[in-house]
């Protein structure tokens, strides 16, 4: 549910984005009017589109990266343990991220009666900010979810859809930690 509902808002987010733009476009060459203060509420929603993106990127696994290990080489252990170590960086620097999220979040909470607000139509900074929490704790979340999952089922074939193991690369039955 919670990933349609992402999935969802950086559709329509998106389409707001180009509509929005498209009458800008319009109103400015072909009438010569503006838009009044349509930059603050745009920029509200960029920022929860560029986070709830980022927290769907980290979901897929589908961010830009600059893995070359996979083509350079055919050993399936080199390759999980170059994904345990990335999935768990990732999720070090993004648990720093959530934890500076934090310390925005409640420096603008401490400071309430006198809250930033954009100028023209006085939305509270708090509301982008609180994007910063949601976007780096979901990615967080995804991040740890996906290291966890590499440390349960072992080498990174284990994870690809289709691919089938020998009875000898069983790691949960050869253990005998199942259930």
């Keep these: 549910m919670l990933l349609a509902v992402k ?23 072909g009438f010569e009017a503006d838009l009044f203060a349509y930059e603050e509420w745009l920029l509200i929603i960029c920022f929860w589109l560029y986070f709830m993106a980022s927290a769907l990127g980290t979901y897929e696994n589908s961010h830009v990266n600059a893995d070359l290990l996979n083509y350079l080489t055919d050993n399936e252990r080199l390759k999980w343990l170059r994904s ?11 648990l720093f991220a959530v934890y500076w999220a934090v310390l925005v979040l409640r420096d603008e909470i401490a400071s309430h009666p006198y ?10 900074f708090i509301v982008p900010r609180f994007a910063l929490l949601v976007g780096f704790g979901l990615m967080a979340f995804y991040s740890a979810l996906r290291l966890y999952v590499l440390l349960r089922l072992g080498r ?13 690369e069983e ?8 259930g």
């Design 156 to 168: 990174a074939s284990d994870l690809a859809p289709g691919v089938e193991r020998s009875p000898e």
């Design 84 to 94: 345990v170590l990335v999935t768990s960086v990732e999720l070090v620097v993004t």
């Design 171 to 178: 790691p949960l039955a050869a253990s005998g930690s199942e």
């Design 115 to 124: 809250w930033q607000a954009t100028i023209a139509l006085k939305i509270p």
């Design 7 to 29: 999935g969802a808002f950086v559709s329509v987010a998106s389409l707001i984005m180009a509509f929005t733009f498209f009458c800008v476009v319009i109103l400015r060459y």
